[in-house]
């Protein structure tokens, strides 16, 4: 049975942040939440775009990837935080889902609208929507706001971003396999071979008996054997070539997923500081609301 109480202390108190929605005033700051979301998201796309473009780089754990990996945490950390401020701010439901469309529109076109980025764009969508879901639920359900449930809530766009940025790299792998024409990258087939003809030095020097006339025809005949043996690997992943990119993506993915999960913290940080940060500058307030309490009971 239900019983719908009617009296003043059968109400909640209910404490939100809120900009007073649909004033001139309020519709000019969810406007401009909106565009500090398109503007990271501009900055992500860039990653993602940046992450292609370095694919040997980050295979080749080269030093240089650190300008991808500064990308990564500033945007990464940008469209957490934009993202949790559209989602809270902007209202009704269905301007927050138009900003969060046409952010991801922005991401698509950064990296090109072929086929993979574009299934991937409307993959990050659809995580998007479930965020700005889950944040509109908890925020509209909680007594007293507090940022807390957005930490549980953005670890959705965590496996999106990762998502995003693995195919991202799968794309340059792609790309420079087709203009190349190879099936392993040549840095990593020079590589592997400079490793197996430094190893063989390595063990030739350790026979006494040998000269150094008979080294460097061994050293000859390793180099040779070396690119016989690459040559044949190549043949044998012939068939398997289309393979080969979703399987890096997916190790990157894996790579990825686990770096942000680790630094997953830093976004809540910043929200910690931002939203009284707003609320001091005024450019939102806390609103007190009585809301009446609907529950089943056997009295």
């Known amino acids: 049975m239900s019983k ?12 939100r942040l809120t900009t007073d929605r649909f004033t001139a005033p309020a519709i000019i700051k969810m406007v401009i939440f909106s565009l500090l979301l398109l503007g990271a998201s501009a900055a992500f796309g860039y990653t993602v775009y940046l992450t292609g473009r370095e694919y040997m ?5 080269n030093p240089e990837i650190t300008t991808v990996g500064i990308w990564l945490a500033a945007s990464f950390t940008a469209l957490i935080v934009t993202a949790s401020l559209v989602a809270v701010f902007v209202k009704p439901r269905w301007a927050s889902l138009l900003t969060f469309t046409l952010s991801t529109l922005v991401i698509v076109a950064m990296n090109g609208f072929d086929f993979s980025i574009a299934v991937t764009g409307l993959i990050y969508l659809l995580f998007c929507i479930s965020f700005n879901t889950a944040v509109g639920t908890n925020t509209e359900n909680q007594v007293k706001f507090s940022i807390y449930p957005l ?11 990762s998502i995003f940025l693995s195919v991202g790299f799968a794309a340059g792998y792609s790309k420079d ?3 190349n024409n190879f099936i392993i ?3 990593i087939s020079k590589f592997m071979k400079e490793s197996a003809i430094e190893q063989a030095k390595e063990t030739a020097k350790k026979e006494q008996k040998l000269t150094d006339e008979q080294i460097s025809l061994g050293m000859k005949e390793v180099e040779k054997k070396a690119d016989e043996m690459w040559t044949n690997l190549e043949k ?8 080969i990119a979703p399987f890096l993506g997916f190790m990157i993915f894996t790579f990825i997923q686990s770096i942000l999960i680790m630094v997953s913290g830093i976004p809540l ?4 500081g931002i939203f009284p940060l707003l609320k001091l500058i005024r450019v939102t307030h806390l609103k007190s609301e009585m809301r009446e309490i609907t529950r089943y009971s056997l009295e």
């Open 4 to 15: 719908k109480p009617t009296d003043e202390s059968a109400q909640k108190r209910t404490d």
């Open 57 to 61: 780089k980050i295979l080749m754990f």
């Open 151 to 161: 930490s549980h809530s953005y670890k959705v766009l965590l496996v999106a971003i």
């Open 177 to 179: 396999s087709a203009k």
């Open 185 to 187: 990258p040549p840095p």
């Open 236 to 243: 044998q992943l012939e068939p398997s070539r289309d393979y």
């Open 269 to 272: 940080i910043f929200l910690a």
